[in-house]
């Protein structure tokens, strides 16, 4: 069991943590990459501190012309601070990274007993958003999303609170890749998945390698294996099922369109509307009945409208709240 460390002690792993985190931004070598793996795995404090530190590195890039951050990193360069990754000495950045890391400067509060305080991420009605994570891997946020960031000492945890996210996972982390959505746990390494959560419905498709995908929120034996070009749909009954479908349509929204295939235009339609404040409706439920193959670009649904008008035979009606699809 791990002992309360000193002030002087925690500093110690904070400045250890900055310099691990700062070197893990650039090209390491094998050597380099056991040494800081023995590192983080000796005390359960390391990873902590090493986690908050690459999330205060991607936030000041995401932050870098920030008046605060600025003036923070002019103050650390010209600061004597010593730092012990080998025999080098850490500036800049990294004397950056501590200086936020134990003041809480900027108003992120990155270290909070040693724990770091995770961060929620979100896009409205319409938004995509493309995020870099601690280690490496980048989740992309489609409209309406939420997720909550928490990395752990014993796992990189992500928990898609609702909508829908594309993960790109770091290759040679110590510590597993999970995101957590509705009762599903999905498992991942060096792998590109999609996960969206709608309505107590929970799906995930796999771009590239494979993902482990739990029920409940432990992990269980019984687990289903999910290999590139396969897409697993929960649904809020129990019953899961498992098929093969072109991921890389059903993740074009990355690009800002929506792809169709022999879709009912009721389908269509609720997908469409997923990604503007101006929704289409169907007068007549029967016309949803109506199948839809094409590509359309999203935030569009008056154009969407007024295309189906011209496949099918159908009328519109506009009004300030949105466009009604109704049969002439």
């Known amino acids: 069991m791990n002992t309360m460390k000193s002030p002087a002690e925690a500093q110690s792993i904070s400045q250890s943590a900055a310099a691990w ?3 893990a931004k650039q090209t390491m070598s094998e050597r380099d990459r ?6 983080l ?8 501190a090493y986690y908050a530190a690459m999330a205060t590195l991607t936030e000041m890039d995401r932050h870098a012309a920030h008046p605060d951050i600025l003036e923070l990193r002019e103050a650390a360069l010209s600061a004597p601070v010593d730092r012990s990754f080998g025999a080098r000495r850490v ?12 003041s809480g400067a900027f108003g992120w509060n990155v270290f909070k007993q040693s724990n770091l305080e995770a961060p929620v991420y979100v896009t409205e009605i319409g938004e995509r958003s493309t995020v870099p994570l601690a280690d490496g891997s980048v989740v992309t946020l489609n409209t309406a999303t939420a997720v909550h960031v928490a990395y752990e000492a014993a796992e990189r945890k992500v928990r898609l609170l609702n909508g829908q996210a594309l993960f790109a996972v770091a290759h040679g982390q110590p510590t597993p890749f999970r995101v957590y959505a509705g009762d599903k746990v999905v498992t991942a390494v060096g792998t590109v998945f999609d996960v969206r959560v709608e309505d107590e419905e929970v799906s995930v498709s796999v771009l590239e390698g494979a993902v482990r995908v739990d029920s409940g929120s432990t992990l269980a034996a019984a687990a289903e294996m999910l290999v590139a070009g396969q897409a697993l749909m929960s649904r809020p009954d129990g019953a899961v099922s498992v098929k093969q479908v072109d991921v890389e349509r059903l993740a074009s929204w990355r690009s800002g369109l929506l792809s169709f295939e022999d879709t009912p235009l009721a389908e269509a339609v609720a997908e469409v509307n997923r990604y503007t404040h101006r929704p289409i409706t169907l007068a007549d439920p029967r016309l949803g009945e109506y199948r839809v193959s094409g590509t359309f670009r999203v935030g569009e649904p008056e154009r969407f409208a007024r295309f189906m008008t011209q ?8 009004s300030a709240s949105g466009t009604v699809i109704k049969a002439p």
């Open 34 to 39: 056991a040494r800081r793996d023995a590192w």
């Open 41 to 48: 795995a000796a005390d359960s404090r390391h990873s902590d």
């Open 21 to 23: 985190a700062l070197a």
């Open 91 to 102: 500036a800049g950045w990294a004397a950056c990274v501590l200086a936020i890391g134990l």
């Open 311 to 318: 496949l099918f035979p159908l009328a519109l009606e506009s």
